[in-house]
Structures are given as C-alpha cells and as structure tokens.
C-alpha cells in the first residue's frame, strides 16, 4: 500500500534535480504504480516518438540527433506531467501509466505551441505561425535549456495579459471609432482613449491629429480633472475584465502620463511625433487640413512658408536665407539672390544655423528628414552651383547663380538678370 501523502509527493519532487518525468517514473515503477509490462511499452513508445522528432527537427539517421530527441521528449512529457499534476508525483505517476508517453510528449508541445502563438508585447502583428516559426521555436524551448514550468506559467501570464490589452483595445477602437486595422500598438490606442475620456467635454472619440492638440491643451490645465461618472458610463456596457482593465489603466494614465503632458517641455507634436516613450494614436484623417495641424504645432514655420513646407523650392528659399543670416521667408526677390550669393562667396553657408531653425520651429515629424535633406543634398549642390572659385568657370556676375536660384527656389523674378 502507498503511504505517501500527495504533499510529501510534491516535496519530494521539488528537492530533486532530475527531470519531472524521471522522477515520476522511478516513483511509480517503485511504489508499483507503473508495472513492468507498462514500463515494457514506454520503452517503445521512447523508440518510436524519438524518431518522430528527430525527423520533424532535423533526420533520425544520425545518432547525435536521436540523442537530443530523447533529451527533447523528456523535456516535453515533463513539462507537461508537472503541469497537469502541478508537481504531485502520485498523479504523474497514475497519467504515465494510463496514457502513452506519445500523448503526453504532444501535450507539452501543444503548450509550447500556445505560448508562442500569443503576443510577446503590445505590438499587434498578422496572428497567423508560420511553421517555421513554429518550429524554431519549440528547438529554442526543447533542446539544451528546456523551459522549467514555473517559466512557462509566468510567460504566459505575460502574454495573456498582452492579449487582453489587445483586445481592450479592439473593443475600444470600436466603440470610438476606428477599424482595428488602423491599430499597430495597444497601449497608444488605449492611452489616446483614456485622454479623450479624461478630458470632461471631449468628444468620445479617438482624435485627429488637431483635435489632439486641443486635448492635450486642455489636459494641461491642472484643474482638469477625472470625472468618475463620465468613465463610469463609458464602461457600463463594457465585459467585466475590461472594465478592471480600464480602471487600472486610467490609474497609471493619471499618475504617470498626466505627469508627461503637463511635463513644461512636451508639446503637443512632441508628444505625438517625439521621442517619448508615452506614445499616443490620433484618427489619421483625409479629410483633415494638413496645414491646420501645422499651424497650430509650428506656427512660425508655417508663417515663413505659407503653409508650402511640402514645396522643395520654398524649402530651398528658407534655408538658404537661413544659412546666410537672412531673414527666413517663401518668396526670394532678385535683389535677396544676389545679396544670399555675396554673402555665401565672402563665408560660406552657416549650416548649423539651418538645422537649429528646422528643430525649434518645423513640426516634430519631419525635423529629422529636413535635416537630412540640408546636410545630405541641398547645402553640398548650393555650394557648388553659388561658387565663383572655378577659374576655368568664371561667375563674377552671378548669372549662372542666379539661374541656378530661379531654377531652384521660389523667385518673383523670370529670366537672368543683374
């Protein structure tokens, strides 16, 4: 008769080192659990699934691979037996006499197979596993370092709290508006939704890019606080689990977000476009006015443009007046070309000050490729086209310059002139 009880069972298998199933199965062949013509078709059933794993990672025809299939179904049938049994010997001894060791080993890969399908981050991809994928990895979890369950248990915590952020966000880009396919990250979607709700008289709907701008001018405002019933009644029809979802979520939007929008140094295009590890998703519109947004984030940048950033030539006719110590607009008179040209001949261009100009006063987004586009290709060809060092290319008289300026910025002149 068996006199160990399911705790000491328990104890024992945490104190030992071998693999969970070793254990289990030394236990039950010697407390006669498992008897010796099941021990006989395990034996088999060892023959057999090791062939079948060697073939599916890599051929059962060399040996060192039949040697890590073994080490690989062990690791299987143990991670599974453990979890079933959640670590009493007794119970895995009794599933290891009544099933195949086949079943179990398929158990543990079907584990693995459902961790590796869930979300490792709030990333939202194409759901769809590849079987390379797949297969890549269970080789990672099975060979050499195989995944201890505890592992395994607080990893898919991890990602089942990964899926229900994704799929709070799902349902709340349906309620506000917005397809699911427009979604690429849950906690920007979830972070923009909090905002809106945040803000007492806000639409509840996801933003365009400059109503965000208004909600973030009014989430600035230290007396704008959370109105309870306004959440309250955003989640009345919400499941139970995103309802505890959205509670938390608009505590950690309250302690650690709000600190970052009222932050003196974030602006609104910041937050949106910057650096910042607090990203948020705003509505992309067609029918949005580019230049309003503009207007509202950068509005000295859209003074000197008018409104064209998105014209090379009047980005030409800004920082080419930038670089010369001019003051910055769209339109170059023929007498401002002749006078950039006399001052770039005399001391070059002052290329710092034109990135300086693009950081504190172009929109967040598009700082990095106007800075770009000055150092990499517009300061080398004004440089060379502007010059009058080429002996062999006389242009005292600036007219080849000019051409290349009225061909190259926004002029109000037509034709050469002196």
Known sequence: MDTASPP?????????????FDIALRYGVDRKIISLERLQSIQEEFAKGMVQIA????TAHLRPELELALHRMVNLISLHLEHISGGNIQIAAASLRDKTLLSHSKA???MIKRLHAMPDCGVIFDSTVSPESQRAYLDEKTAAHSIPLAEYLSELALRQENQNLIDFSF?????????????????????????????DQAALKIPTRTAFVGLIKAAR???????????????KEAPTEFQTLARRAMQRFIEIDLAQIRSPGNTADKLLYGDSTTRFFVNESLDEDVREYD??????????????????????TVFLFV??????????????????IRIFRASGFDSPAVLDFIDRHAPEALRKSLQKTWSDE?????EEQLSDTDPNWPDSHMERALEYLRKTCAVAWKGRGR
Do not use: Q
Request: glycine content about 4%.
């Open 108 to 110: 543990g890969s079907d």
């Open 171 to 199: 349902w709340l880009a349906k309620k506000m508006g917005v397809s699911r396919d427009a979604i690429d990250e849950a906690d920007s979607l979830i972070r923009s939704a909090l905002l809106v709700i945040f803000v």
């Open 55 to 58: 073939n599916y990672f890599a």
């Open 221 to 235: 405002n230290v007396k704008t606080k959370l109105n309870e019933n306004r959440l309250e009644a955003f989640l």
């Open 8 to 20: 000491l069972a328990t104890a024992l298998a945490t104190i030992d080192s071998r693999p969970f």
């Open 295 to 316: 207007r509202l984030v950068a509005r000295e940048w859209d003074r000197v443009t008018h409104g064209d950033s998105d014209d090379p030539a009047v980005l030409a």
């Open 378 to 382: 517009m300061k080398t060809e004004a």
């Open 323 to 340: 670089a010369t110590g001019l003051p910055p607009k769209a339109c170059m008179l023929l007498r401002e070309a002749k006078e950039v």
